[in-house]
Structures are given as C-alpha cells and as structure tokens.
C-alpha cells in the first residue's frame, strides 16, 4: 500500500474513493520543531511506522495540527488546518493513537526485541529494536536503509540540556540516524 499524501479535504481529487478514512494521531520532532497534529488514509488499518514507510512523494500531510519549538514546548506554538511534513525532516514520530491491526495474518513476521542506542541530531534514543531471531544484530546494515524503525520501551534524551523522557513506542527515521549501538550481549 502506498500511503497518498493528497488524500484529504480539500484535496482537488479524492484518489482513493470512497474508501473508509482513518485518522491517526502522530507527534514529529525534526531539528528544531515538533508537529502534531493526524494522519489520514484510507484503506486497510495500519500503524504510524507502515504509512512513514510508505510515502513516495517525499512529504506527508498533517492535518488539525499545532507546530512549535522543540526545545520549549508551547513557547509560539501556531496552529493549522493542514501542513506538508518534509519526510526526510522527521527524526523522530511519537504515535499518541494506534491503528486497530489484526495480529498474526500473512505479513507478520516473528521478531525479538535487543537492546539499543540510536542517535539523530539533537536526540538520543534508548530502547529495544526488533528484529527476526536469526539477524546478526552488528553486521545487518541498519544505517544503509532509508526506512522508519519503531523502537518501544524507548527513553528520548535531549543532547543539548540532557532532558530525558520515556515514551512506549517511537518511530525513528534511518535516514537521519548517525549511530546505531547494539548493547553488549544483544
């Protein structure tokens, strides 16, 4: 499924239908702002991290949302209908709503949690990644893919004041990440 950036009110066409639309609540942090605000799409169910990982068009549209600063939450907070999110400018998505999915089916594929630190500019991010059992979790070239990676019982720690907070699950963007570490025993 490829998630269609155009899809909305609005929109000049509506290309997927009359398709049922689902909403998703979703907060970015990028550099030096933070976007919340929904997601929209038609079409099966699907997690934050499936839409992310399914944009072509180089941008996402968040609807009924508020952006503000990074650093002081709140501090000229503006909001708007509808903005385009450079895909590429996400380090990192909190979803605070999640898709009903069906567990099981032909697409799941058992993993296992690890142990990990990962790096975006201005972030650190403590967690556990998952990956299939049998992946060599050193060798496997995490930081050669362009993909959205969730990473749960995650804590995220600002680099320039060290202010940490925890979060169930976060999606972060590999194409920002300059470091991945696996834990020792992982």
């Keep these: 499924m490829t998630y269609s950036p155009t899809f909305g009110p609005g929109a000049e066409t509506e290309p997927l239908g009359h398709a049922e639309v689902h909403e998703l609540q979703?907060?970015?942090?990028?550099?030096?702002h933070r976007v919340s605000g929904s997601l929209r799409y038609a079409g099966p169910p699907r997690?934050?991290?499936?839409?992310?990982?399914?944009?072509?068009?180089?941008?996402?549209?968040?609807?009924?949302?508020?952006?503000?600063?990074?650093?002081?939450?709140?501090?000229?907070?503006?909001?708007?209908e509808v903005a385009?999110?450079?895909?590429d400018g996400v380090l990192i998505a909190i979803p605070r709503t999640e898709a009903a999915t069906g567990g099981g089916g032909f697409e799941a594929v058992k993993k296992v949690p690890f142990p990990v630190t990962l790096a975006v500019p201005g972030y650190g991010i403590a967690g556990n990644m998952?990956?299939?059992?049998?992946?060599?979790?050193?060798?496997?070239?995490?930081?050669?893919?362009?993909?959205?990676?969730?990473?749960?019982?995650?804590v995220i720690t600002r680099a320039?004041?060290?202010?940490?907070?925890?979060?169930?699950?976060v999606i972060v963007n590999l194409a920002c990440t300059v470091l991945y570490a696996p834990h020792a025993g992982a």
Excluded at 56 to 80: C, H, K, Q, T, W
Excluded at 84 to 87: A, D, K, L, N, P
Excluded at 137 to 146: E, K, M, N, Y
């Design 160 to 169: 320039f004041d060290g202010f940490a907070f925890p979060e169930p699950i």
């Design 26 to 32: 979703v907060e970015f942090i990028m550099d030096t």
């Design 130 to 154: 998952h990956m299939v059992a049998e992946a060599n979790r050193v060798t496997t070239p995490i930081l050669a893919s362009r993909h959205f990676t969730p990473v749960t019982d995650a």
């Design 84 to 87: 385009q999110v450079r895909r």
């Design 47 to 80: 997690r934050v991290v499936d839409l992310l990982n399914a944009i072509d068009a180089g941008y996402i549209l968040v609807y009924d949302g508020v952006i503000d600063s990074a650093i002081r939450a709140g501090e000229g907070a503006r909001s708007f």
